[in-house]
């Protein structure tokens, strides 16, 4: 009895602890006041680029909407060098002068410490269906946002591949090198990036996902037969990657412990299960090169395999709800780390 109690303590102290996020705990929570740090911050004696738009874009991919897109250009930009290049969702959001994103001072701060190179930042709202933008949004979306973030479908890559990078690289030498190519976003916003260099690895291989939707949105069945065959959602990207091998692409995670649990799914749950699928999917590729006898997937399917290629994450729970500030504080950080050249 002196014993389980002494170890009922011992378990109690340890729940009422403060977590951090460590490698060897994936399921740690870190806490805090998450406030912006100054890396979002202007900073006196700092050159600050400049932050152009917003300009309005109508997609032949993705017919019958228009849109809204900024362009943000680092006062240390050269024409005759290629600037990386970071694409964000939700661009009325995630520039917002007043919002926990503030990318454009994000970069402007981590370019001049050195932290990153050159980087053009294209910050990209939702498409909408009506004639024209509308312009009294606030912080609300367009109305066609889940169509477009939450569906995993090619069209949103091939509109940013297509029709962005070339419309944008018409004024700004951008790079074609998929190393120096970052895509992100929150929530919907970040399902969206994994979707993109899901797709397309060959071109953007950095992804930002704060808060992502890795849950049923964009899940559903035929409009004219509620029993029939329901289109793929986010839900369904833990099976795909554990079942294929890894992409070159590198990722940062944020999500927190009290986010949705709604209809769609429980989304802390979903992050959870992308983080582990990923490292699973990694796990798999070692044993394939070390002549172990792999599992079913790769059996089936062994020239798919690329030795030497592997996921590369890094993930941070927090305690937060589902809310920018928690990833706005992390964001430096997580762009300070994709660029690193090492994890």
């Given at each position: 009895m002196i014993k389980f109690r002494s170890l009922l303590w011992v378990a109690l102290a340890a729940l009422a602890a403060p977590l951090v996020s460590v490698a060897h705990d994936p399921a740690a929570v870190m806490t805090g006041d998450f406030e912006l740090t100054p890396d979002s911050l202007v900073q006196d004696g700092v050159p600050q680029g400049e932050l152009k738009g917003p300009f309005e874009f109508r997609s032949g991919i993705i017919t019958g909407t228009v849109r809204q897109y900024w362009v943000f250009v680092p006062a240390q930009y050269d024409?005759?060098?290629?600037?990386?290049v970071l694409v964000f969702q939700d661009g009325h959001r995630a520039t917002h002068p007043e919002g926990s994103l503030r990318v454009q001072n994000v970069l402007t701060n981590l370019i001049h410490e050195g932290a990153i190179p050159p980087t053009i930042g294209i910050f990209i709202t939702p498409g909408d269906t009506r004639a024209e933008f509308p312009q009294d949004l606030g912080w609300g979306n367009p109305n066609h946002r889940w169509q477009e973030y939450d569906v995993l479908t090619a069209d949103y890559g091939r509109f940013i591949i297509e029709e962005m990078l070339p419309l944008v690289g018409q004024d700004y030498n951008l790079t074609d090198d998929p190393e120096q190519r970052a895509i992100g976003g929150t929530s919907s916003g970040a399902i969206c990036a994994f979707t993109v260099a899901w797709n397309n690895p060959d071109v953007f291989r950095k992804v930002i996902s704060f808060i992502g939707s890795y849950v049923s949105i964009g899940s559903r069945p035929p409009e004219d037969d509620p029993t029939g065959a329901w289109s793929p959602g986010g839900q369904d990207y833990p099976a795909m990657i554990r079942r294929l091998p890894p992409k070159?692409?590198?990722?940062?995670?944020?999500?927190?412990?009290n986010d949705l649990d709604n209809p769609w799914g429980n989304w802390f749950l979903a992050n959870q299960q992308m983080v582990a699928a990923i490292n699973f999917a990694n796990q798999q590729a070692e044993r394939v090169e070390n002549g172990d006898t792999p599992w079913d997937p790769y059996r089936n399917a062994p020239t798919a395999h690329v030795a030497?290629?592997?996921?590369?994450?890094?993930?941070?729970?927090?305690?937060?709800?589902?809310?920018?500030k928690h990833g706005g504080h992390l964001l430096p950080d997580a762009i300070r780390w994709l660029w690193a050249d090492t994890d």
């Amino acid at each position: 009895m002196i014993k389980f109690r002494s170890l009922l303590w011992v378990a109690l102290a340890a729940l009422a602890a403060p977590l951090v996020s460590v490698a060897h705990d994936p399921a740690a929570v870190m806490t805090g006041d998450f406030e912006l740090t100054p890396d979002s911050l202007v900073q006196d004696g700092v050159p600050q680029g400049e932050l152009k738009g917003p300009f309005e874009f109508r997609s032949g991919i993705i017919t019958g909407t228009v849109r809204q897109y900024w362009v943000f250009v680092p006062a240390q930009y050269d024409p005759a060098t290629p600037a990386s290049v970071l694409v964000f969702q939700d661009g009325h959001r995630a520039t917002h002068p007043e919002g926990s994103l503030r990318v454009q001072n994000v970069l402007t701060n981590l370019i001049h410490e050195g932290a990153i190179p050159p980087t053009i930042g294209i910050f990209i709202t939702p498409g909408d269906t009506r004639a024209e933008f509308p312009q009294d949004l606030g912080w609300g979306n367009p109305n066609h946002r889940w169509q477009e973030y939450d569906v995993l479908t090619a069209d949103y890559g091939r509109f940013i591949i297509e029709e962005m990078l070339p419309l944008v690289g018409q004024d700004y030498n951008l790079t074609d090198d998929p190393e120096q190519r970052a895509i992100g976003g929150t929530s919907s916003g970040a399902i969206c990036a994994f979707t993109v260099a899901w797709n397309n690895p060959d071109v953007f291989r950095k992804v930002i996902s704060f808060i992502g939707s890795y849950v049923s949105i964009g899940s559903r069945p035929p409009e004219d037969d509620p029993t029939g065959a329901w289109s793929p959602g986010g839900q369904d990207y833990p099976a795909m990657i554990r079942r294929l091998p890894p992409k070159p692409i590198k990722i940062f995670f944020q999500d927190g412990s009290n986010d949705l649990d709604n209809p769609w799914g429980n989304w802390f749950l979903a992050n959870q299960q992308m983080v582990a699928a990923i490292n699973f999917a990694n796990q798999q590729a070692e044993r394939v090169e070390n002549g172990d006898t792999p599992w079913d997937p790769y059996r089936n399917a062994p020239t798919a395999h690329v030795a030497g290629v592997r996921w590369q994450e890094k993930h941070v729970w927090t305690d937060g709800e589902h809310s920018d500030k928690h990833g706005g504080h992390l964001l430096p950080d997580a762009i300070r780390w994709l660029w690193a050249d090492t994890d």
